[in-house]
């Protein structure tokens, strides 16, 4: 029997949306301690440039280029970054997105059509800019940062859960194309549940709040999770230890959407 195939990304290259902070700087930490090199992509700058410093000073091949993923000459701009640092382009990983709490009779069609924008035209533009890349060099992993909201909606997940929804279903769609055409390109999303970030609680403060407690309280395994174990489980996405992988849905929410 063959040796079974180790989640190691050695020599692989990863490009992360919204990797400055939250679940972006974990996927990158997470890529680079299985050997792979990243440049992550932020409007944050300045934080996108400390996350990659910070990745440098313990070892590893870390760059920063700025991305606004509404922007499809800024993808254009960002691939080729990452080409000329590194190479080539192995790995995207679409994690930037935003969030909106408002139910169907306060959500505005502008306010819809930012999110929409951003969640799910950035990773549509995102593939788009990456998928002739990867094919010349002979395929790679795409990851898509859905959210189990796409099982688990509340009255004010309106646009987000809906983005959400959406990207779930292009990836499956993305996924189908790209292994029926030979690409060697697979595509899939992880559904992350509440998790301990910046985005979800904005301070350390919040973690006692009421409506915080009452969310943790919720899940089946009496915690929220890390920002690390979202990496983990895309680093192992963009891996060959997934070669047989695409088109899949990977929750990652302690338990909480099948409660």
């Not at 919204?18 to 440049?39: D, P, Q, S, Y």
């Not at 400390?50 to 254009?76: I, K, M, N, S, Y």
């Not at 890349?133 to 987000?160: C, D, E």
């Not at 609680?201 to 407690?213: C, H, I, T």
Request: a negative charge.
């Amino acid at each position: 029997m063959r040796r079974t195939k180790s989640p190691e990304l050695h020599g692989k290259v990863a490009l992360i949306t919204g990797g400055a902070r939250g679940l972006g700087a974990a996927t990158a930490w997470a890529i680079c301690e299985v050997g792979g090199k990243v440049m992550i992509a932020d409007l944050l700058a300045e934080r996108g440039e400390q996350t990659a410093a910070e990745l440098r000073e313990a070892g590893h091949d870390a760059r920063f280029t700025p991305l606004d993923v509404r922007d499809e000459a800024a993808w254009a701009d960002a691939v080729r970054a990452t080409t000329h640092a590194f190479g080539k382009l192995d790995i995207l990983v679409n994690n930037a997105g935003i969030a909106t709490a408002a139910t169907i009779e306060d959500l505005t069609v502008v306010d819809f059509q930012a999110i929409l924008d951003i969640n799910l035209l950035g990773p549509f533009r995102g593939m788009q800019a990456v998928i002739p890349v990867m094919k010349a060099h002979g395929g790679g992993a795409i990851v898509n940062i859905s959210s189990n909201s796409t099982q688990r909606v509340s009255a004010i997940t309106t646009s987000y859960a809906a983005t959400k929804a959406a990207v779930a279903n292009m990836t499956k769609s993305a996924a189908i194309h790209l292994a029926q055409t030979g690409t060697g390109i697979r595509v899939n999303s992880v559904h992350p549940g509440p998790h301990a970030t910046e985005m979800l609680l904005g301070s350390d403060a919040k973690a006692d709040l009421p409506e915080v407690r009452a969310l943790r309280d919720a899940i089946p395994m009496g915690r929220m999770g890390q920002a690390e174990e979202v990496g983990a489980v895309v680093a192992f996405l963009a891996s060959d230890a997934a070669s047989y992988v695409t088109g899949a849905e990977l929750f990652v929410d302690g338990g909480l959407t099948p409660h």
